[in-house]
């Protein structure tokens, strides 16, 4: 079990607004430890989607948003597409366990 | 442009020994941290290893500890993941990554800005 707790799963009609959080701790997140978001396409390698909270890497559409606060992180996907859907996981850094770790992943699906 | 090639994965008896190989192109393996990251069959991401851009700093997963060594081979462009003593649970897709930064989480941040494809690691008997 992470450390970080994503909702296992989250859906949305195409064009729709969804979010999906990251819920740590005060010795991760809420210790000021950056979060990180990943997307993973079916059957392929994870590519960083948000980095440094709220960052998006050239070529990543500004339809995703992250934002963190307290012990916590979200990433939001506006004006939702086929394309979006796939597997998406949170990263950050535990100091009570001295490891990076990620979120257990959130499956979107769009209707 | 960078582009990240695991090698080495096969099927393994528990107990057994396997090396994974990264070689990478496009960038200095030297400059940056250089980690692996697994994902178990139908499961989400597990950071494993990661060896700071000094190559002396290593860093370990509890679940792997004392089992794998991450090393580099600089005049090779190289990176490496020695596991020993392997397991049924380390049954997972690995995939080579660099780190954003020359520090593991120095400064509060670090990420993984490119990925390997993965290589297979399957341990049964």
């Known amino acids: 079990q992470s450390v970080l707790t994503q909702p296992p799963s989250v859906s949305g009609a195409p064009g729709q607004r969804v979010t999906i959080s990251c819920t740590g701790s005060s010795s991760n997140i809420g210790a000021g430890y950056d979060v990180h978001w990943y997307q993973q396409l079916p059957g392929t390698a994870p590519k960083v989607l948000i980095y440094g909270n709220s960052n998006r890497p050239s070529g990543v559409p500004d339809r995703f948003s992250g934002s963190k606060s307290g012990t916590s992180a979200s990433l939001a996907i506006t004006g939702l597409q086929a394309e979006d859907e796939a597997d998406y996981y949170c990263?950050?850094?535990?100091?009570?366990?001295?490891?990076?770790?990620f979120g257990g992943g959130t499956k979107l699906t769009v209707l | 442009e960078v582009h990240l090639l695991e090698s080495g994965g096969d099927l393994v008896q528990p107990g057994g020994s396997l090396r994974l190989s990264c070689a990478a192109s496009g960038f200095t393996v030297s400059t940056y941290a250089m980690s692996w990251v697994r994902q178990a069959p139908g499961k989400g991401l597990e950071w494993v290893s990661t060896?700071?851009?000094?190559?002396?700093?290593?860093y370990y997963a509890e679940s792997v500890k004392g089992r794998f060594t991450i090393s580099r081979d600089d005049s090779k462009n190289m990176l490496h993941l020695q596991m020993n003593s392997l397991r049924a649970e380390d049954t997972a897709i690995y995939y080579c990554a660099k780190d954003r930064y020359y520090d593991f989480w120095n400064g509060y941040s670090d990420y993984f800005d490119y990925w390997g494809q993965g290589t297979l690691v399957t341990v049964s008997s």
């Open positions: 990263q950050s850094y535990d100091s009570n366990l001295s490891e990076g770790v």
């Open positions: 060896i700071s851009g000094s190559g002396v700093a290593t």
